[in-house]
């Protein structure tokens, strides 16, 4: 149940737990304090009290005064007569432990047995009557409705003339306590107002970047990634750590998913790679054959001028097929020399032409300053490829920027326009022959950005395409064999 | 330096005083046959007298009448307002000066009051076993009175009640009984009908269960030795004090009538109680 509640509630619940619980103890230590402090001063005001009426009594005693000892014994306490209750009583008992005078009459009349009055008196009776030595003593039982403070009444010479019994109500220290109680009452339910809302704010601060994690993680494989790694907790302590910790294995997650994309796709077009090139050798094979045929046939043939035009139609389709072939057939043609700087400037001279058709800028920057060993024709066709893909996707009037430099131990050329975003689904098929069609097809046959992929693979290097609002960037990094 | 500067000025006021007044104080005792602890009141009293007598007065209080008594008989008081009894057991040392009056007669009564709750007392044979207050050994109404009730009545005060004490004083008798310290006691009626108009909440706690035959009011008296003139002055100005308007007021706060030249006649009765009781 408890390990069900959440954080969110847990911590700031548990802050306000131990401040309301250390507000409590506090204040009940001080509520008892206050207890036996407003108890403490009733006694010592009791026993002066009955220390001041013994020695004043001792005269009225000596000579048998009843009347003067219940004004001595009555007076203390006429103050206090307007609350009603007998708060306070005071009981004069003579030698023989009878009651000699009280100040009240009524209750503890002349010559009573205190016992027969009051069993709580009757039992400090006992007690006096049971007491060896002349000392003032205090009595006091939980569930007694007084506390007693009794004072022996001694001559001059020592004689026990009687003694004197100051009972004291709790409700005599009550109003002190009450006083006290509420001072106690108001200082806590201050502490508590001033305090729970900062132990709440504090727990909540507290809780915030663990619900954060526990609902990021929630969300791994729902939301993307980028999203998820915004606001992560970062700080040195452990919620930090787990908040660094989830960070990196997201970053791992996205890296590994970003390999298997490129995986998969680079496995798919190898794979149309293998097939183009199998179905390619099927047709050219038998193709060869009957265009042979054809020739032979033209040059040796006695046909009439239907079959003479027929044979011819079907050359030409012949023809076009195994352009086509050719085409989607990437091989390492023949030999060509090294590349120089100049390749990459016949590739500018050749678009920009293009560029200039629509109006779009070129900017130019080739950094390659001695002959590279790569061949320039590959070379110059993929520059090219990208270029006019390039000046296809701009918008009129748009930018084009082409860098060519050498990067390490690579040939890096990046092409990068201003046009449109490309789709995301598009992206994932980018260089798959024909992959264009059903869509805009931006210009060529379709097999553009797949003879380059071919290219750029035959010659071990790596394509990447980012593509953002305002534009799109091809890299190509070719590596340089030393 | 204070008390330097007190001694100075109370050496001035008195020579001021003797040569002015030229004579001694006249000392008077006071008993609670009245309200004596009215401080205010006897100061009031004190310049009417003064201002009539052309003299200074002193008021004397003492614990107990026999200390009054003891004081007259010394000489060292003038005139005292005391019981019947002391003065009619002190008439070598005594003589009559003034009777009071109340309710136009120089005559009061000892009441018995018990506490407003018992509502079955009557008289002093219903109290067996109770604490019982009297006044003063030498009061009338607070003693001798009803000694002679009880006597009458066959009853023996030291056994009969549980306990009985002295207040020494009537209203501290009317206490006593209200605050249930006392079961019974005895009280100048005079001084009982006087705290009901002054402290009704007190008197209205107990309850007058029995009141005395008439007696002759406590009286004021001179010491046998007093000047001749000073006695008939003391004399005229008591009688007088009905007369005008200061005296009246202060006889209204006495809740008194008046005051008489009196005789010992109107205390028969009192002096009959005396040879009854004590054997005098």
Redesign the interface.
């Given at each position: 149940m408890l390990r069900d509640f959440k954080y969110h509630y847990k911590i700031p619940l548990s802050l306000t737990l131990v401040i309301a619980v250390t507000a409590l103890v506090v204040s009940a230590t001080l509520t008892l304090l206050a207890y036996q402090n407003a108890k403490r001063e009733l006694i010592s005001n009791a026993l002066g009290l009955g220390k001041v009426l013994s020695r004043t009594l001792l005269p009225a005693m000596l000579h048998?005064?009843?009347?003067q000892a219940?004004?001595i014994v009555?007076t203390p306490l006429e103050i206090r007569t307007e609350r009603g209750a007998a708060e306070r009583v005071i009981v004069v008992l003579d030698a023989k432990n009878q009651v000699y005078?009280s100040s009240s009459?009524?209750r503890f009349?002349?010559?009573e047995r205190l016992g027969a009055v009051d069993p709580e008196f009757g039992v400090i009776e006992k007690r006096v009557a049971g007491q060896s030595n002349d000392e003032a003593f205090t009595a006091e039982e939980s569930d007694w409705q007084y506390i007693h403070v009794v004072v022996p009444i001694l001559a001059e010479d020592g004689a026990r003339l009687g003694t004197l019994i100051v009972a004291s109500s709790h409700s005599l220290f009550l109003p002190q306590f009450y006083a006290a109680l509420g001072g106690v009452a108001l200082s806590t339910l201050a502490v508590l107002v001033v305090l729970l809302p900062i132990g709440w704010y504090w727990g909540r601060r507290m809780a915030e970047p663990l619900e954060y994690l526990a609902e990021s993680m929630a969300k791994v494989g729902r939301e993307p990634i980028e999203e998820l790694r915004r606001g992560l907790p970062r700080s040195g302590d452990e919620v930090g750590m787990l908040g660094k910790g989830f960070d990196r294995m997201l970053q791992e997650l996205e890296e590994k998913k970003a390999m298997e994309k490129q995986m998969l796709a680079s496995e798919r077009l190898a794979a149309i790679g293998r097939l183009t090139a199998g179905i390619s050798h099927e047709i050219n094979n038998p193709l060869g054959g009957m265009l042979n045929a054809i020739s032979t046939y033209k040059k040796h043939g006695s046909g009439d001028a239907l079959t003479m035009k027929t044979l011819s139609l079907l050359e030409r389709g012949l023809l076009q097929i195994r352009e086509t072939v050719g085409a989607l057939l990437v091989e390492a043609r023949l030999e060509s020399h090294a590349l120089t700087a100049q390749d990459i400037e016949d590739a500018r001279t050749l678009v920009t032409p293009e560029a200039q058709k629509k109006g779009a800028q070129l900017v130019w920057r080739n950094e390659i300053a001695e002959p590279l060993p790569l061949p320039s024709t590959q070379v110059r066709q993929i520059l090219l490829n990208l270029l006019l893909n390039a000046v296809a996707a701009t918008e009129h009037r748009g930018r084009l920027e082409c860098s060519v430099s050498r990067v390490n131990g690579s040939l890096r050329m990046s092409i990068a326009n201003d046009g449109r975003q490309i789709s995301r689904e598009r992206l994932d098929h980018l260089y798959e022959p024909f992959a264009a069609q059903g869509e805009a097809a931006v210009g060529g046959s379709g097999i553009g950005l797949w003879v380059t992929y071919q290219l750029v693979q035959q010659l071990n290097g790596r394509i990447d395409t980012d593509s953002r609002p305002g534009g799109t960037t091809f890299t190509v990094e070719l590596p340089i064999d030393t | 330096m204070r008390p330097l500067l007190r001694a100075l000025l109370f050496c001035v006021a008195f020579s001021f005083a003797s040569n002015v007044l030229a004579s001694d104080p006249i000392r008077i005792g006071t008993t609670p046959v009245f309200l004596d602890d009215q401080a205010s009141f006897l100061g009031a009293w004190q310049r009417y007298m003064e201002q009539r007598l052309g003299r200074p007065v002193r008021f004397v209080q003492r614990g107990s009448y026999r200390e009054i008594t003891e004081l007259v008989r010394e000489d060292q008081l003038d005139f005292a307002w005391v019981c019947s009894p002391p003065y009619l057991r002190n008439r070598d040392r005594m003589v009559l000066a003034a009777v009071p009056l109340h309710r136009g007669k120089p005559l009061y009564q000892s009441y018995l009051i018990v506490p407003a709750g018992d509502r079955t007392t009557k008289s002093f044979a219903d109290l067996r076993g109770k604490v019982y207050a009297f006044s003063d050994p030498d009061s009338n109404s607070g003693w001798l009175a009803p000694q002679t009730e009880m006597r009458h009545q066959h009853i023996d005060s030291s056994t009969f009640f549980k306990r009985s004490f002295f207040t020494w004083a009537h209203k501290k008798v009317v206490e006593a009984v209200a605050v249930g310290l006392a079961q019974g006691g005895s009280v100048d009626g005079y001084v009982w009908e006087t705290l009901q108009l002054l402290h009704p909440e007190l008197t209205a706690k107990t309850r007058v269960a029995w009141k005395s035959p008439w007696y002759g009011f406590p009286p004021i008296i001179a010491r046998r030795s007093i000047a001749p003139t000073v006695l008939a002055q003391m004399q005229d100005l008591l009688v007088g004090m009905k007369d005008d308007e200061d005296g009246r007021r202060l006889l209204r706060q006495l809740d008194l009538d008046g005051f008489e030249r009196g005789n010992d006649a109107l205390f028969e009765g009192v002096e009959k109680n005396l040879k009854y009781v004590l054997g005098l």
């Open positions: 048998d005064e009843p009347w219940y004004e009555a005078v009459p009524m009349p002349m010559l | -």
